[in-house]
């Protein structure tokens, strides 16, 4: 093992010594990447310095969204007890800020390279991501991304991250790219919006990107729409119809149902001098803001169906969209190697033709193909011409081989770009091409039956997690059972996996 093959080892055996203590489910899915770690370095779709695992935040994370000026930093600091984000009325925070706890007694603020060098946080090489959709913006990383600590308990275990005021920097690409990446891996999204501008004019951005390209994730669960500050509507003379022009504009986005609240900061709130109308504000500001409360201490629960989940996401990623991908790929290079071939041997002969019916004609002698017996006749000069041949025939092959995956990688690398099989398609067709590797072979590199195997454990494995998972947070008997949890084998029997794995397995055995 190489270096960098002892420097991923040493994350992995870092993270599971700190889940053993924490969630033993969490311990055996780290253990499950592994083996999806092992048919990926096999089929090229990782390097030996990769892990699957390092690719996913561990910690809970809850990401805060909106419109600028909508209180975000107001309602971190009140949820934290501590007033570690600027607060006002114009956007005082052009960056993303991750939060994180801190034993130390105050805070600090660090520079985005803490994030993007760090596997263990959610933004590991993002610098990366904003080159490849804003060109020489990677460098400028700290312009992007900050890391705050604070000593709150109410952080302790989790990652908050707070957005930059959406609408005040929305057009940029690269803080849209951003903003995309930290809603994939939230386990709870907040959006915020402001209640003195609640027309859709005023979150038109906000409204496009936060609502209209969310509705139909299938985590939409996991998005909080807030209506903030709506104490300052308690003067109107309808109140109500605030919420209810917020409401309409997001219905208009298409949001129809979801978890809507209407809040304000009792600590930088507007007097209102009806008692009765007061205290219906705060009644229902104290409900609203106990049940966001509530998810986000929750956030841990979700964390783990969360990374479950992603196990099984990149299991199946692999099986129903990468081999096809890479198989597709496969079929293309070797028809574009055999017409190659065909092209080129073809010319060769006709050259070859051509020479031998010139030199035939200076010497005044009419065409007769060359008999094999003159060839015999010396044996030194047969086999020169023919090591000749074998290294003209074999040179011509490889480089017809290296043209024709040439012409095919442009295309996978914007396959890759236009979906989530990034930096993997690409350097496992390359594989698939390497001189040795014969373009009659019927699967892919490392796609063999023992990886197929392997393959449908994982998914086994996962489906069992989620089960463990449901037994700890649910008991629809009423009996009082103990918990047991499910940890994975090297080797599992067909009758100890699900159904549908078992015939899977089955299958790749009779392959």
């Not at 990401?63 to 000026?69: A, D, M, P, R, Y």
């Not at 949820?79 to 993303?96: I, P, S």
């Not at 985590?219 to 409401?247: C, H, M």
């Not at 690398?413 to 979906?419: C, N």
Request: net charge neutral.
């Amino acid at each position: 093992m190489n270096n960098a093959g002892r420097l991923i080892e040493g994350r992995l055996k870092h993270l599971e010594a700190h889940l053993e203590q924490e969630n033993s489910v969490l311990l055996s899915t780290v253990q499950s990447f592994r083996k999806l770690d092992q048919i990926a370095y096999k089929m090229g779709l990782l390097d030996y310095d990769e892990s699957f695992a390092t690719q996913i935040p561990w910690w809970p994370l809850i990401s805060i969204l909106g419109t600028f000026s909508s209180g975000k930093s107001t309602f971190i600091n009140h949820y934290l007890e501590y007033k570690l984000q600027r607060t006002g009325n114009q956007a005082v925070d052009d960056k993303f800020t991750v939060m994180c706890y801190s034993r130390e007694k105050t805070a600090h603020a660090l520079p985005g390279v803490a994030l993007d060098s760090d596997p263990r946080f959610p933004f590991y090489q993002m610098s990366s991501e904003i080159e490849l959709v804003a060109e020489g913006e990677g460098e400028r990383i700290d312009a992007y991304l900050q890391l705050k600590t604070c000593p709150s308990e109410n952080v302790r275990g989790k990652i908050l991250i707070d957005s930059p005021g959406f609408d005040a920097d929305a057009q940029r690409t690269s803080t849209l790219r951003i903003t995309d990446h930290i809603i994939d891996l939230s386990d709870l999204v907040l959006v915020f919006f402001d209640a003195r501008h609640p027309e859709p004019g005023a979150m038109i951005d906000t409204l496009d990107h936060l609502v209209s390209s969310t509705i139909n994730r299938p985590d939409s669960g996991k998005f909080l729409y807030i209506l903030n500050q709506i104490d300052t509507t308690a003067r109107e003379d309808n109140p109500e119809e605030v919420v209810a022009a917020w409401q309409r504009a997001l219905g208009e986005r298409g949001l129809t149902a979801g978890r809507f609240y209407t809040i304000y900061n009792p600590d930088a709130s507007v007097p209102i001098d009806d008692d009765n109308l007061r205290q219906r504000f705060e009644r229902k500001r104290d409900a609203d803001l106990q049940e966001i409360h509530n998810r986000m201490q929750e956030v841990e629960i979700e964390r783990a169906y969360r990374i479950v989940g992603a196990l099984e996401k990149t299991a199946r990623n692999i099986e129903e969209r990468i081999v096809p991908a890479i198989k597709d790929a496969i079929k293309q290079w070797k028809k574009r190697v055999l017409l190659g071939d065909g092209l080129a041997f073809g010319l060769l002969f006709a050259l070859i033709l051509g020479l031998t019916i010139k030199l035939d004609y200076w010497n005044g002698l009419s065409f007769t193909p060359p008999s094999l017996n003159s060839l015999l006749a010396n044996p030194l000069l047969s086999y020169t011409t023919a090591v000749v041949a074998a290294i003209v025939v074999f040179s011509l092959h490889y480089f017809v081989r290296l043209l024709a995956a040439g012409s095919l990688h442009k295309k996978l690398a914007k396959q890759e770009q236009s979906s989530d099989l990034r930096g993997s398609l690409l350097k496992a067709f390359r594989k698939n091409t390497k001189p040795w590797r014969s373009i009659f072979s019927k699967s892919p590199t490392g796609w063999g039956r023992g990886c197929r195997k392997r393959m449908y454990q994982v998914l086994a494995d996962a489906d069992g997690y989620v089960q463990t998972l449901n037994d700890n947070f649910t008991n629809p008997s009423g009996k009082d059972l103990a918990t047991v949890q499910l940890q994975p084998t090297p080797e599992t029997t067909p009758e100890a996996v699900e159904p549908t794995a078992t015939a899977e397995i089955k299958k790749a055995n009779a392959n």
